[in-house]
């Protein structure tokens, strides 16, 4: 069972709680998942002394460095208790504090259950109701139009077409680019008025 402290957010489905220093082979299995990594690695693994050395313990110094107001969170069915990936909320690392990179990865059995919505829906609302945040942002290639269409459900909109990354160039569609996403507090604020879209 989680522990309350380590919990970070609640939705009807989901429970976002800190990663902890025991939950490296969680991020070893989502990373070693040929579709999960499609478009970050072209299907390449991440290898497991990586996350074990590099990945997982700067997730765990993000907590201290940002107060555990921001970070990258592992992600739990609350019916079932089961791992489906992690959701992030966070600044860039010497960035200001006000403008917060939404960002998700989820296991191949979670997609298309609606989590990625629910869960970026909420981080949009804590993000600007309890933490300051300005302006939230995403970026993801051109062709991964199911990501695109969730931080279209939550309000983003495209404001920049996005170039090819140098170590991108060998995945799959990364020659087509990519976009930036943005929602501000007042754009979103304007979308909890009643009869907004």
């Given amino acids: 069972m989680l522990a309350a402290v380590d919990t970070y957010l609640q939705t009807d489905r989901v429970t976002l709680r800190r990663f902890r220093a025991e939950d490296a082979d969680l991020l070893v299995e989502l990373d070693s998942d040929p579709e999960v990594m499609r478009y970050l690695s072209g299907g390449a693994p991440t290898a497991p002394e990586v996350v074990r050395d590099q990945v997982l313990p700067s997730l765990l110094v993000a907590y201290e460095r940002w107060?555990?107001?921001?970070?990258?969170?592992?992600?739990?069915?609350?019916?079932?208790?089961?791992?489906?990936?992690?959701?992030?909320?966070?600044?860039?690392?010497?960035?200001?504090?006000?403008?917060?990179?939404?960002g998700y990865r989820l296991r191949r059995a979670a997609w298309g259950s609606g989590y990625a919505t629910e869960v970026?829906?909420?981080?949009?609302?804590?993000?600007?109701?309890e933490l300051d945040v300005r302006v939230?942002?995403?970026?993801?290639?051109?062709?991964?139009?199911?990501?695109?269409?969730?931080?279209?459900?939550?309000?983003?909109?495209?404001?920049?077409?996005?170039?090819?990354?140098?170590?991108?160039?060998?995945?799959?569609?990364?020659?087509?680019?990519?976009?930036r996403y943005e929602i501000t507090r007042d754009q979103w604020e304007q979308r909890q008025q009643p009869g907004s879209a």
Avoid: I
């Fill in 120 to 129: 970026c829906a909420a981080l949009l609302t804590r993000a600007f109701t």
């Fill in 67 to 102: 107060a555990g107001a921001f970070g990258v969170f592992a992600a739990y069915e609350r019916t079932s208790d089961a791992f489906v990936g992690w959701f992030c909320l966070r600044p860039q690392r010497e960035g200001p504090l006000d403008e917060v990179e939404l």
């Fill in 136 to 179: 939230v942002w995403g970026e993801t290639m051109a062709l991964n139009r199911a990501s695109q269409r969730v931080m279209e459900k939550v309000g983003m909109a495209v404001t920049q077409t996005l170039g090819t990354p140098e170590d991108m160039l060998a995945v799959e569609g990364a020659d087509l680019g990519g976009y």
